[in-house]
């Protein structure tokens, strides 16, 4: 077991290393999908991970994104983050990073450069990081489509998923998570002519409208459905044919997501010859405090190793990767990233003098969760 104080020590001096990881990564821009930029981002990734765990990355490209990854032969603590941000190309020349007293700011700042930056450095301190496997995705901000296998293959391989997603903005950890769910409804209308003969076509914009209104009124406490986007019609003197409408879906339970599934797929036409085709579906069930909950009491045993106040366990309206293995049934805390808020805003921020003892609290914990005898199996 390494040294709490000497973790503590070393992650504090480490302060002026993490200020400038954190802002070379926010500098390079990481936009959903820019395989161009994705793989800048990972060489820069591919080299600091390299050099700190003592062994290669495999890089892994699905569909032109590359994933990073640094498997342990016998991983029994799975280092989970993302490096895409929310941000499209050019935004940091706008709005480049920069520390303004105790806070920080620029694109992905929070959510979650700045989580990245811990783990790298909390690996700095450990004395054994042979069992520690590293993860970072590139596709999260966009449902992790080709980047869920590999979480799920590494998660399977792990005793414990520690995710760097950013804390709240009191710093407290986060152990649950609502699962979301999302649908596009397809609307085939009749085109007829706006001014001359509207009776003869099927108004796909009115189905749509009424679709609006009905999906609407599936949401229940704590569970919400959300028609996001909407589209219909292409001139302005045709009866609209087709029309297209996206819809968000979050629940606290597994239970709820198929139940709103199941009506999602059951939405019926209100006017005569309208076609209604729904696609999707649940992409991510979710965090269930049960898995979280003994990483959460290692986390503040550690914390108090350290000299730090216990962080509290959040329940999280935002889903993440960690739905992905908390619905595996393997022990995963999220939160250990920033201290921050604002994720996706132009208002993002972190507490950089949090960044040090954050970096010593998920250092401690990993150290910790090694040492920690086995859970019985997954059934």
């Not at 520690?132 to 999260?140: A, I, K, N, R, S």
């Not at 590494?154 to 152990?175: C, D, F, N, W």
Request: with cysteine; hydrophobic share 40%.
């Amino acid at each position: 077991m390494t040294d709490a104080d000497a973790i503590r020590h070393g992650a504090q001096a480490r302060t002026q290393l993490l200020h400038d990881r954190l802002r070379e990564l926010v500098s390079l821009e990481s936009p959903p999908g820019d395989t161009v930029r994705l793989a800048r981002c990972a060489d820069l990734l591919e080299e600091w991970g390299t050099a700190v765990l003592g062994r290669p990355a495999r890089r892994i490209i699905v569909d032109g994104l590359p994933h990073l990854l640094w498997p342990a032969t016998d991983q029994r603590v799975l280092l989970l983050g993302h490096y895409d941000t929310v941000w499209p190309a050019g935004t940091v020349d706008e709005w480049p990073y920069s520390v303004t007293g105790d806070i920080a700011s620029g694109p992905g700042v929070c959510d979650m450069k700045s989580g990245i930056v811990q783990q790298l450095t909390a690996l700095e301190l450990l004395d054994d990081t042979s069992s520690v496997g590293l993860l970072l995705t590139c596709d999260e901000e966009s449902g992790s489509p080709t980047s869920r296998p590999l979480i799920e293959e590494q998660a399977g391989r792990s005793r414990s998923v520690l995710v760097a997603e950013p804390s709240t903005e009191t710093g407290a950890l986060k152990i649950a998570r609502k699962g979301g769910s999302v649908y596009r409804i397809l609307v085939k209308g009749r085109a007829a002519h706006a001014g001359v003969e509207p009776h003869r076509g099927v108004n796909a914009a009115i189905e749509l409208a009424h679709q609006v209104l009905a999906v609407q009124a599936l949401a229940g406490e704590g569970t919400t459905v959300t028609p996001t986007v909407l589209s219909a019609g292409t001139m302005t003197n045709v009866v609209p044919e087709s029309a297209l409408l996206a819809v968000d879906v979050r629940a606290w339970t597994s239970a709820e997501l198929d139940r709103v599934d199941r009506m999602m797929h059951a939405v019926t036409p209100r006017l005569p010859d309208a076609v209604l085709t729904v696609g999707g579906g649940v992409n991510r069930y979710p965090l269930q405090p049960e898995v979280a909950m003994p990483l959460l009491k290692l986390a503040q045993e550690a914390a108090r190793a350290l000299g730090q106040p216990e962080p509290e366990g959040a329940w999280a309206p935002g889903a993440s990767d960690a739905n992905f293995t908390g619905s595996l049934g393997v022990a995963t805390l999220d939160g250990l990233g920033g201290v921050g808020g604002g994720s996706h805003s132009r208002t993002e921020w972190i507490d950089v003098t949090q960044l040090a003892p954050r970096t010593a609290l998920l250092a401690t914990l990993i150290d910790r969760v090694l040492t920690a005898p086995a859970r019985h199996p997954r059934p």
